[in-house]
């Protein structure tokens, strides 16, 4: 019933830029937070930024200033603008959907961003 869907990814060289979307279906999407994580091979899966149904943005530090979240509500949709990529992004990016009351928690299946000369 539930489906988060990425799509964007690809290999782009340094210093360049990639949008990230991210189609949900099955939930009421503005009683949503919505998040992006990403997980690189050998490492934790860590927050990239987060969005609340308000609006509310949150960002790794190590992302703060490149990377951009932003959702659509009339689309059920979250976006990942990211910008001046470097190497140690490459990673599998994941969409998250998580709800406090009532509890959720959704993931999509990843899509790689891989950032190479």
């Known amino acids: 019933q539930v489906q988060l869907v990425e799509s964007g990814g690809g290999l782009v060289q340094p210093g360049g830029s990639l949008r990230l979307s991210c189609a949900t279906s099955?939930?009421?999407?503005?009683?949503?937070?919505m998040g992006w994580y990403r997980q690189a091979p050998g490492k934790q899966r860590e927050l990239v930024a987060t969005?609340?149904?308000?609006?509310?943005?949150n960002y790794a530090e190590s992302v703060k200033g490149r990377f951009t979240i932003s959702r659509d509500n009339a689309k059920n949709m979250s976006f990942l603008q990211m910008n001046s990529l470097k190497p140690e992004d490459t990673a599998v990016y994941y969409c998250?959907?998580?709800?406090?009351?009532?509890?959720?928690?959704?993931w999509g299946q990843g899509t790689q961003v891989t950032v190479s000369s």
């Open positions: 998250n959907a998580r709800s406090m009351l009532p509890l959720g928690d959704y």
């Open positions: 099955g939930i009421i999407f503005r009683s949503y937070a």
């Open positions: 969005i609340t149904s308000g609006g509310t943005t």
